[in-house]
């Protein structure tokens, strides 16, 4: 299993467009072959940082979702709305006390 975690700074005024596209997304790209959970995250301090937290079968499901339609859609929309550059992680769990984790 694959964690993504990917870490967006918008400007000020598009935070709410952000929301809107990860609205009217989610259920798609949460419908993608190989992903079994997407999730929103917003920094507790810093109203402009979002993180996107999602769960994936493995590496090869993530990357077929990152080159699809959908994901070039979705990135278009929003790299435009940036005000930093974006960074991500794609993580492997080593140790966890979710034994339906361990893979």
């Known amino acids: 299993m694959i964690k993504r975690f990917v870490k967006m700074t918008f400007k000020p005024e598009h935070v709410e467009d952000f929301k809107a596209i990860f609205?009217?997304?989610k259920e798609?790209?949460?419908?993608?072959k190989g992903c079994s959970h997407v999730e929103l995250l917003q920094d507790i301090s810093d109203k402009t940082i979002f993180f996107t937290y999602s769960l994936w079968e493995d590496s090869s499901y993530l990357e077929a979702y990152r080159h699809s339609a959908l994901f070039k859609d979705v990135w278009?929309?929003?790299?435009?709305?940036?005000?930093a550059k974006p960074e991500a992680w794609s993580v492997g769990v080593i140790n966890s006390n979710y034994q339906n984790e361990l893979s």
Do not use: W
């Open 23 to 25: 609205n009217s997304k």
């Open 28 to 32: 798609l790209i949460a419908a993608v």
């Open 76 to 83: 278009a929309n929003t790299k435009i709305l940036f005000n």
